[in-house]
């Protein structure tokens, strides 16, 4: 990895199950192998993904948290937490900043990875889901300064500081993380969603996007970061 090392213990915050995995997993992979604490937050249980005839909501997310679970074991993150907001209707609300918070003060991550909440176009061919910026918003708004407010919530658990913040998608990024060893662990865990996947095979979508990051760095493959440090000793809330 350039620039910082790689924490004792990390949460990351996304909005369905899979976006993890097809962002940041080859991060999660290399570092729970390191020796990091990994913890998911998904907030919603992705329960309107599906156009299988027949399919109702409270099936889908039955089906989508297991193969969340099983995409978390395969990649060792020790603990996976589920929101249960509703696929599609996700807000930046105080009631999720404070589910989020909630959160943190109980896993008490030393970093944060979520999305970019700004990111509205990818590409050509793609726009943002909503669910993911709010989700992106939220957990940014969640970790600072929220959780680590003593007055604020404190039904919500002891305050936290977290120490950095991993943001993906982010146009600058200044930290890359190599992620070689761990593409076909990221690839494995993405294939457990087979609600989503259905027949395609995206080994080679995901090897060419983590080529792409990397080869900037010479690495063969790369997911890349802004990271933003919030360790600043004496520093007020």
């Not at 099936?59 to 937490?81: D, F, H, P, Y």
């Not at 944060?112 to 700004?118: A, G, L, Q, S």
């Not at 943002?128 to 992106?136: E, I, L, T």
């Amino acid at each position: 990895m350039e620039g910082n090392g790689m924490p004792e213990s990390a949460m990351v915050i996304v909005a369905h199950p899979d976006d993890a995995e097809f962002t940041v997993a080859g991060t999660v992979a290399a570092w729970a192998k390191a020796g990091c604490r990994v913890t998911y937050v998904i907030c919603t249980d992705g329960n309107t993904g599906s156009h299988e005839p027949g399919m109702t909501r409270e099936k889908l997310a039955e089906i989508r948290r297991t193969e969340q679970r099983a995409a978390c074991a395969a990649l060792g993150v020790s603990q996976v937490l589920f929101l249960g907001y509703d696929d599609g209707l996700l807000q930046p609300t105080l009631d999720l900043r404070r589910d989020l918070v909630r959160a943190i003060r109980q896993v008490k991550p030393e970093a944060i990875i979520t999305w970019d909440p700004t990111t509205m176009f990818i590409g050509d061919d793609y726009i943002n889901h909503p669910d993911h910026r709010a989700a992106a918003q939220a957990a940014l708004d969640a970790t600072m300064p929220a959780s680590a407010m003593p007055l604020l919530w404190p039904e919500a658990g002891a305050p936290h500081r977290v120490l950095k913040v991993y943001v993906f998608g982010n146009d600058k990024p200044n930290v890359w993380v190599d992620v070689t060893e761990t593409i076909e662990q990221k690839i494995v865990a993405l294939k457990q969603h087979a609600s989503q996947m259905g027949d395609w095979d995206p080994t080679e979508m995901v090897k060419e996007w983590g080529a792409e990051t990397g080869q900037e760095k010479g690495l063969a493959y790369a997911e890349s970061y802004r990271v933003i440090n919030l360790e600043r000793p004496g520093a007020a809330d």
